[in-house]
């Protein structure tokens, strides 16, 4: 089997050949999967490509529902907190 570079460890593909793979079970699958990501990989874009693959031939699937959430959920990083840069006049 040639390595999917969006799924390099086989985890989502693995998911779906599990009996009895609980949604729980695939949802620290899932973590583990978007860690492991190329650096510079749009999440959202492998979470697509992943549904792609797999979830019209598993529609019932827990990792379907886990990737189909995730996809829900994907959006692009804000900044969060911090200072921000302002210029201040002396008194």
């Known amino acids: 089997m040639q390595r999917d570079p969006l799924d390099h460890k086989n985890l989502i593909y693995e998911s779906y050949r599990i009996e009895g793979i609980t949604k729980s079970d695939c949802r620290s699958v899932f973590l ?45 990083p804000r900044r969060r907190g911090g200072w921000r840069s302002r210029s201040r006049d002396p008194d």
Do not use: C, K
């Not at 874009?45 to 959920?73: D, F, K």
């Open 32 to 76: 583990d999967w978007a860690l492991s990501l190329p650096d510079g990989q749009q999440v959202r874009a492998a979470i697509e490509a992943m549904l792609e693959r797999y979830g019209q031939a598993h529609p019932g699937h827990p990792m379907t529902e886990v990737l189909s959430e995730g996809l829900e959920t994907a959006q692009a």
